[in-house]
């Protein structure tokens, strides 16, 4: 199956609770080859409107900080651990991320195959290597079934508390490094 017709079948997803208050489905955006994937949390109201991952204040953030690593966002796959945006922002809970990551969150990655996978936030954290507290173990590396993971801040708890910010950028400079050694 091609990364198209993976989307095609989430656009029609009916397979959570979350289908039922989206505007769009939230795949993903960037090349099938990138080297670089990044996973979210799950859409928001902008990305709901748009259809496009990251475009809201905290999507600005994130290419102002790719660009300050010395990358291109548009080198890279953006995506977010479910593709529906939950009402009222709450958290995906585990029934939705754990079924939206089995559907299509493990076969992106599959089918692009990264060199390494920035993790933003705790939730994208604990569903894909299960580790707790971003604080802890931000900026680290993690190897998990063969795949190459590096835990960043998410880039709206930046904008919540602008003390983190220049961790999260020292995380991107990080992740850059990865891909260049
Ligand atoms: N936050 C996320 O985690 N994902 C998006 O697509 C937008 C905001």
Known sequence: MSLKELCE???NCVQCPLHESRINVVFGKGPEDARIMLVGEAPGKT???????????SG???????????????DIYITSIVKCRPENNRKPM??????????????????????????LGNSAVYA??????????HG???????RKYIALFHPAAALYSRILLPQLK???????????S
């Open 9 to 11: 079948i989430a656009s």
């Open 47 to 57: 990305e709901d409107e748009t259809g496009k991952p990251f475009v809201g204040m």
């Open 60 to 74: 600005k953030l994130l290419s102002e900080i790719i660009n300050e690593a010395g990358m291109d966002r548009s």
């Open 94 to 119: 585990k029934l939705e991320y754990c079924k939206c990551i089995n559907l299509y969150l493990s076969k992106q990655i599959e089918l692009i195959n990264p060199d390494v996978i920035g993790l």
């Open 128 to 137: 894909l290597i299960g580790k707790k507290s971003i604080k802890q173990i």
């Open 140 to 146: 680290k590396t993690y190897e998990v079934d063969g």
């Open 170 to 180: 020292d995380d991107m400079l990080t992740l850059r490094k990865i891909i260049e």
